[in-house]
């Protein structure tokens, strides 16, 4: 978003009407048709309400839009993506092992998943991103939740920061379907650690987390993770 559409928003969020003068009080060294566009476009776009006495107001939209902006500066908030992280066991004593094959992470591995939408419930989200994924369908519980942030080895600017709700499916039925995002195969857990070539973070991390998968003890965790890396 334009940083001028962000500062209108910003100031409507602070009153419950404005005129356009104080819309621009803080934007003088705009030229007014630059500015009666970008605030025509939030009005065009549902951000936005002018009534018959030419007063501005956030709609419902805009309100929502309002709590993603930082308060000192008319950017919005970068925050943390909230992510399902999922695997299976058969009755084979086999674990389901993902390869990401699209970037970041080209070529990754290890369990696959995908974003909750908004006002997706955690289990509904697994459950639906297991299914598009592989095909195959099953209960999902939900065992750990791991807040995890991914650094650059060479820049250490911060690359990934997920939430990820770790959750296990026992047994899932249908038929393993490929996937454009990746592949997907079912690895004997004792020969998990020769399978695992490169891993989204450490080997050592990622068999943690299959020991962890395999053995649950039926309570949930939370655990904060900080991790270089080299893959994305």
């Not at 690359?159 to 454009?180: H, M, Q, R, W, Y």
Request: hydrophobic share 35%; charged share 25%.
């Amino acid at each position: 978003m334009h940083e001028i559409q962000l500062n209108i928003i910003k100031t409507l969020t602070f009153t419950k009407q404005a005129k356009f003068s104080d819309l621009k009080k803080n934007l003088n060294n705009i030229d007014n048709n630059q500015f009666c566009f970008h605030l025509n476009t939030l009005i065009d776009q549902g951000l936005i309400d002018k009534d018959s006495n030419n007063q501005y107001s956030l709609t419902v939209q805009g309100r929502s839009l309002s709590e993603k902006i930082e308060p000192n500066q008319p950017i919005l908030k970068q925050q943390a993506k909230l992510t399902v992280y999922v695997s299976a066991i058969n009755k084979e004593n086999q674990i389901l092992i993902y390869t990401r094959k699209k970037n970041p992470f080209y070529d990754c591995q290890g369990f696959g998943g995908g974003r909750i939408d908004y006002g997706e419930n955690i289990l509904e989200a697994a459950k639906r991103e297991f299914k598009e994924e592989t095909g195959l369908e099953g209960e999902p519980q939900l065992i750990k939740i791991l807040h995890n942030k991914m650094y650059s080895k060479d820049t250490n600017e911060l690359l990934v920061d997920k939430i990820l709700f770790f959750c296990k499916i026992i047994n899932p039925t249908g038929i393993l379907a490929p996937s454009e995002e990746g592949i997907y195969e079912w690895v004997n857990i004792d020969n998990v650690s020769g399978y695992i070539q490169k891993p989204f973070d450490s080997k050592e991390e990622f068999l943690k987390q299959v020991n962890y998968f395999v053995n649950w003890d039926g309570k949930i965790t939370l655990e904060e993770q900080a991790q270089i890396t080299e893959s994305y």
